[in-house]
């Protein structure tokens, strides 16, 4: 029955948008990274990422983006995505799922839209760079 079913909470897994220099776009870019600040080591990470919103009263949706890492070690980062200018307007959601030893875990985590900016930022853990952090 559903009350027998256990749904472990997340947590020191996170998200956080990260603004570097891009050498082929010749600009700095905001890059989508998957911190894993446990001691546990997280395997079988799928992590699936879309944008949506409204601009200008025009409902807009990006397409499904999927990622998958073997394994993610204790404290450590890695590289998702980039993030391209004009979904930073929409909001971006990353639903990551990953197994700790035989459970389970899942969460979606949401970039509210405009969220992503350098007025927001914050000390990343683990990367010690200012960034846009969703936990």
Do not use: C
């Not at 956080?16 to 079988?44: G, H, R």
């Not at 197994?99 to 990367?127: H, Q």
Request: no cysteine; charged share 25%.
């Amino acid at each position: 029955m559903k009350k027998d079913i256990i749904i472990p909470e997340v947590e020191n897994v996170f998200l956080a948008a990260v603004q570097e220099w891009s050498d082929d776009f010749m600009e700095k870019v905001w890059y989508a990274y998957l911190i894993n600040d446990s001691d546990f080591l997280i395997e079988s990470v799928m992590v699936v990422s879309k944008a949506f919103g409204t601009i200008d009263g025009e409902m807009k949706k990006t397409s499904l983006l999927r990622h998958a890492y073997v394994e993610v070690q204790p404290v450590s980062v890695v590289k998702i995505e980039m993030m391209e200018k004009s979904v930073l307007l929409l909001n971006n959601e990353f639903m990551v799922t990953f197994f700790i030893g035989n459970k389970l875990y899942d969460k979606k985590f949401i970039f509210k839209a405009n969220s992503i900016n350098e007025e927001a930022t914050e000390e990343v853990p683990i990367l010690f760079v200012e960034g846009v952090i969703v936990r």
